[in-house]
């Protein structure tokens, strides 16, 4: 296929740009890091049992899967002690790859939700901008951090064994402390995926839902994933461990793609009312 024009606009420019979702079912169109979506809801912004972050990026839009699924996360986050959650990216109204931020987060199936336990589910758009989340990791990346309670192996647990959940991505050494903590069935444990960079939030992500054109990512390995995690721990403590993996010459980051790379459907989506 013949490279795309430089004269083409940016899908991020073309997506980034809308201020509400298409019109029609809700589809969710290609795959997690290229791809969009029709027929998107948006998260209210302020729930009983929970609050978007961050309104400003206009990125609390989704599946209606996926937005069904936080509501009834933050009830079960109330069930573990919590006042709720806050909850973080989701989706732009349509989809895409976005200006600033994320690689993935482009069908309205994922979403980063705060390890911060709400102290207030009553904050203003300007508190919202302005607070931050907390690390459940210790400063030096080996521990848990005194931020780290039992809600959040609650919450995490109720997310994995929620079935329409594909992934839940969190730092290495949440998942081994989980690893330690978990006396029962530990099948759940195997959809928690160790990934640097996910000590202040958790990364859910929902399987392609019903007629959607979408693809899911290859299920992980067989396992509860235990002695990955470990190993992830091992190599913080000693990067000598590890041999560096020469760069990908062909990997392009999803800002990149012009708009014409994106599955046909989405030019679609683009250009609807």
Request: charged share 20%.
């Amino acid at each position: 296929m013949a490279a795309p024009a430089m004269s083409e606009p940016l899908a991020k420019d073309v997506f980034g740009q809308f201020r509400s979702a298409s019109q029609g079912p809700a589809v969710s169109i290609g795959f997690y890091s290229k791809g969009c979506g029709q027929g998107f809801v948006q998260l209210p912004e302020t729930g009983p049992s929970w609050q978007a972050m961050r309104l400003s990026r206009n990125r609390n839009w989704g599946h209606p899967e996926l937005v069904n699924f936080l509501i009834g996360l933050s009830r079960a986050a109330q069930q573990a002690g919590w006042r709720g959650l806050y909850i973080g990216d989701l989706s732009q109204p349509r989809g895409g790859p976005m200006i600033s931020g994320h690689a993935s987060h482009q069908l309205g199936l994922d979403a980063d939700i705060w390890m911060l336990p709400p102290s207030s589910l009553t904050l203003s758009p300007a508190q919202r901008e302005s607070i931050s989340s907390v690390s459940a990791v210790s400063r030096n990346g080996t521990a848990l951090s005194p931020n780290f309670n039992g809600g959040h192996m609650a919450i995490l647990r109720a997310a994995a064994r929620d079935r329409r959940v594909e992934r839940v991505f969190t730092d290495p050494v949440v998942k081994v402390a989980m690893c330690q903590m978990e006396t029962g069935n530990r099948a759940w444990l195997r959809k928690i995926r160790p990934l640097n960079g996910h000590d202040y939030h958790f990364h859910v992500r929902m399987a392609c839902p019903k007629g959607s054109i979408c693809r899911d990512q290859d299920p992980p390995p067989p396992g509860d994933g235990c002695a990955e995690a470990v190993e992830w721990v091992k190599n913080r403590i000693d990067p000598g461990r590890v041999k560096p993996s020469p760069p990908d010459p062909n990997y392009r980051h999803p800002r990149s793609y012009r708009l014409s790379e994106l599955p046909a459907q989405c030019r679609t989506v683009a250009a609807a009312p």
